[in-house]
T-cell receptor, first 115, second 112 residues
């Protein structure tokens, strides 16, 4: 079973509207959680990274939240633009002596913004 | 600033042929380096990571191998490709295991 589950699998929204993506994880012990944006055929680009003590972080119109107690994170996109169409990937890092930066990847949420 | 390069961008190879994908990083020294594969509609799967020259760790058994002949060069290879090797291959680097990973542009491999 994947240790990082994302929902919904895909999402279609109208340009200008807001949306929220969800990420639930079971990775333990927790080190940090990252949200990446991946355009089709390109490498992922980091949006935010949060550690245990951080519960919200913004990057322009993207705002990520983290509840380390319930092991949930969300990514909120405000006033969506056509360029927001992409896959959004939740990635969780475990702090173990042998992890060496190994990350647990969610399958991603495919967002399509329509005019 | 740091940049990461991958080539080729796309590759079509017949089953049984060899493979060599290259990744180089500029603007940093002694980075952690990673090879990932992303199958269509799936999440990224870590294949190999390296914390230094000649130090390679494999995450999954497969017919692929990796090498790090220089500090900022990471190579993914295969002697004989399988159909199941098709996918999007991404190289990434980080300063340390706790730091953010930065991804290259990727290589689309199609094995026919």
């Amino acid at each position: 079973k994947n240790q990082v589950e994302q929902s919904p699998q895909s999402l279609i929204i109208l340009e200008g509207k807001n949306c929220t993506l969800q990420c639930n994880y079971t990775v333990s012990p927790f080190s940090n959680l990252r949200w990446y944006k991946q355009d089709t055929g390109r490498g992922p680009v980091s949006l935010t990274i949060m550690t245990f003590s951080e519960n919200t972080k913004s990057n322009g119109r993207y705002t990520a939240t983290l509840d380390a107690d319930t092991k949930q994170s969300s990514l909120h996109i405000t006033a969506s633009q056509l360029s927001d169409s992409a896959s959004y990937i939740c990635v969780v890092s475990a702090m173990t002596t042998d992890s060496w930066g190994k990350l647990q990847f969610g399958a991603g949420t495919q967002v399509v913004v329509t005019p | 600033s740091q940049t990461i390069h991958q080539w080729p961008a796309t590759l079509v190879q017949p089953v049984g042929s060899p493979l060599s994908l290259e990744c180089t990083v500029e603007g940093t020294s002694n980075p952690n380096l990673y090879w990932y594969r992303q199958a269509a509609g799936r999440g990224l799967q870590l294949l190999f990571y390296s914390v230094g020259i000649g130090q390679i760790s494999s995450e999954v058994p497969q017919n692929l191998s990796a090498s790090r002949p220089q500090d900022r060069q990471f190579i993914l290879s295969s002697k004989k490709l399988l159909l199941s090797d098709s996918g999007f291959y991404l190289c990434a680097w980080s300063r340390d295991r706790a730091y953010e990973q930065y991804f290259g542009p990727g290589t689309r491999l199609t094995v026919t």
